[in-house]
């Protein structure tokens, strides 16, 4: 990182981009309310600090080892000087403000009356953002793949998203599976997610990032947190910070039945919240993948520190046709948006109390 | 399981225990409010149904085949018809009860004086058990292993344990590492522990349970929560179902810096409550191996459904002899204490008015 | 699997194709020495195995529940009756004959001189195939990705493999990254190689597939077995069932140090080859991460019935730009070479002595 | 590590381990072919090498930070200056050597027929030592736990096993799975093994160790080398240094069927020989869990350079009490042990003739 002077000029900043470039890397130029610092993307071991700190405007340099430096809390502090996290603003929603935000709807979309039932449900519920899958990856050739199997279903089904988004107010967010799908689904999406499976696709997170809207990402089963923030530095490395962590839990161990389909790791929520400034949210309905576990996982956590909580709802869980057994009703969602916000409220009080 | 009449003699009670007998089977006899049920202790294959339910006294017989059958909840509802858990209670305190209990003290009792002023401290800031270890499970046999290595100093310290929970008015308990520490454990503790690395160890288990104390048995980090169950079940067979089972995390996945210990598995926590009728509790501590978590993670557990919580706590973090870096002060245990009470009564009451 | 009589003619082969197409299903057409035997690829629940009995030409229907239906063994057995397995054949190579077969290169191209002249030196050593990368999937994004980090730089990089492969006729190999490589990759290379991280990339797998190339498909460290066919499938059922599948290493356990990269699971090969028909390979050098490990164990995946072994070589690993410490000299793979060799031969002059 | 002179006297010799006693450490002397090393067993941190290096007859003083120092294979080269492994030596048997020893026999005795009549057959089919399991550590309370269950059951199953190895002449191997237990075997076996789950039991291993007889540890399958060095120290830290490592299996990852109980990890076969001087055989039936996989791993695992192969053979493995799955017959058994000591063979000669 290039920590710049407080009076830097911009022609001193081209300066710097510039000689980076000539080195064969690129500048990430954040000002904020302090000052400049430029973060470097690509391999510090091409440049040297001492060069570097001879250039007009340098205040200091730092090179550093960790794989996220864009992404790093101690990045945006230094320009920013702010302790909070940066949050994602979508449409009238904020991520990561102390106000957990409720992101609900089908595991996929499979038909428009369908999709619109659940949208009004939701809404109805308290939910402030609608998800919706339409490219579904699925474990399973043989397995229902989405609407978005056709090229023509895919773009029929993320126009009813974006019309039910619409309808009833909510910013809309859908995955995007494969490359070729970044282009269509950001024309209709407000939010672009990448799934657990995806998290390691760098060609898809480069692709997705350079989309310019946000993206939520899912960490893979079977990453560590190291990794995951490794791979979120692939999307603010193309230049789009407004990323949304979420855990959606990690592999099982041991021999015998473990009840749930993954372990979900609520301890990456304060973890992740100290060495990045994005925001986390959580998926309680794909780690569990039972439905009991949803009320009293969505208020773990929140009292683990969550930004939010992704949920799946489906009025007739039955005939859902994928996930079905992790799928709550619009009245669950409710109770666990209302008792969630009540939990949030009470730490929230009782830490400002306490300080 | 055998399921008798209700108005089964004892004789016939006898008479179904003499038979299990002689086909080289244990008898778990359970009398609750609504009728006694027998459990089968060994291979239910031994003997046949058809031949069970001929037996005077016998209303039904249900071969089972799952490891553990004595301390599930079906089995409890049979002869209670409670949907409640079984709590356990020590002195006055009650685990399993609606509010949560707090378990807490140093990691290690190194010195009298140290016990005496953590256990002062810990009940000033809400504790209900005191906890300090004495034999303790190192991973390298060159690190402090506890002043339980000499037979002296582990009846001192065993007995300062004893005079500081005598003194501060709580409970208190610690840590049976080997078949050998039985006795003399058993002799000072309210509640015998049984550590994560030793949740296989089938003979201490038999051991521990036959001494008569209540029994908190820590979830192996590699295990999954069948085998945490089937191991259980060793000590409900050996007459002993003052059982209290403890989430302590699991080995974290994926290449790189997981941040933490292990992966506090909270899902665990819902699940438990749904197989058994036993209470459980969470260790944040050891999950973490770091203390900024463990204020995060106490609320999450709370939130989850923990029936309470054991935490380490030191007054000087860099003098502890062992896990210093996990240590919280206690006055950070009263800021959780009173936190989770908060958050326990938030979800109580919500529930309360919603159904 | 809808199996055909030996006298089913084409008419009424394509009458069952059309019913499938009917019911929103495809198929997959096998025709073997034995009879023909129809693949349903799709939700097989969508259609009854009655009324495809009824079919002309319809000998027998079964309905499986496996994700892996079109590379089962038994698929192949029902129609060409042969218990080897179904060989890839690439230029004059064989994989999954009775020889192992040895792929060996640099794990990135760097220049066009450091690939000949690792080139010339494994077909020195006994190469069979020549492996270089061009689009290298690292953890950090300010790492080294490869040359194929630019469009020309992709293009070069992929010329010189192909003139090295030419040059030392021996065919070549490399990874497609992400799937707007799959067009020139397929241009120049023999074998299409989609990486551990990319094993879930269900779009990735099809555009690679319909490139009509052999597919070397690496086991991700995260998935099981079953998942690992099951993505395997997604490349049969795009049309392509020249599929290579290569164990690399899973997660490893535990805390503490692991002295490996990943845990190399041997017992996937035979488990893998009684699954299916594809031949398996093993790549030691990403599993051990360290060079001193891959002697013995490609000598133990040879004991094991690899059908092959893919290895990283470099004539300086201290200047290799990626991962030269698992990187071993052409002297080194010669001895790998000749040692492997005569260990098969051993083996299977035993096996047919024995039987 | 002290490393004394060459000319180091008794008296020298006594008095460094005089001065670790009054700092409250222990000693183990080494004396080798080249000079005596004493190594110190406990905390290093209480003790200065400034000051050690004081005391007459010591020439060095290396303190180090591993957790496995006595079996380091560091610590061996410093006083016997050889690069070989210790074997370990149990009747007429070495485990170590360059020849591979083969333990075989039932997963439990059952009665003394069925034990005579496997022992009889695995001498036949080339078995060096005899295995037989009187403890078994179950999963299930439920489940046949060995002979061993009653106190006559386990004296007569041991006295069986004595007489099995004494007229078939072979040394006999079986589990101690409580600290109860080690008298009893120690007086009937010459080999005492600690099953996995027990590997992480500090009291079982030092109990264990101080019996005076070669002990065979195996690895838990959630441990890492590392770990599974640093208990395997406790053992050599109570004066026991005949300690005979044995890879197992470890968890399995990923979701969906695994096919296999456990991942063999082979690659822990070369790492252990280099961290430690200790022999290191394989356990391919627990692993494996199906009696298919054997042959192909066990001919992996002395590819990959073990000492030996413990496998479990039954004449009638439907009618096993225990594992009846991973059972194989004295023929295949032999297959094995002749194949292995063929493909031992051909891999010697080759590095002989390469070097």
Redesign the interface.
Known sequence: MIIMNKAATTEEISGVVNDLKNHGLAADVSTGEIRTVIG?????SLISATHLETLPGVKEVRLIET?Y?LINREYSTLFDGKTESRAVKVGGVTIGNCEPVFMAGPCAIESKGQLMRIAEEVKGAGADILRGGVFK????????QGLGSSEEGAEQALKWLREAGDKFDMPVITEV?????VEIVAKYADILQIGS??M?????LT?VARAGKPVLLKR????????FL??A??IA?SGNKDIILCERG??????????????????A???LQ??TYLPTVVDPSH??GRR??IV??S???????ASGLEIEVHYNAKEARCDGQQMITAGELR?II??CK??NK??RD??EE?T
Chains 1, 2, 3, 4 share one sequence.
Not at 40 to 44: F, K, M, N, Q
Not at 220 to 227: V, W
Not at 250 to 263: E, M
Not at 299 to 305: Q, T, Y
């Open positions: 470097i993307i690509g391999d510090e794989p430096k990856p699925r474990t399973s050739v043989h397995s229902f599976r494969g490359e070729s799908h499976r995806n390691y696709n760098q060609d898809l692709k893979h089963f079977g990453a560590s947190i190291e990794e490794s791979f530095e692939y490395a990690v592999l099982p161990v041991g021999r015998g039945k473990s009840y749930t389909r993954y372990v979900l790791d609520l301890q929520v304060p973890v100290k060495e780690a569990a009991d576990l009293p996982m208020i773990a956590a929140i009292g683990a520190g109770f209302e008792c009540k939990v009470t730490v009782f830490r306490k």
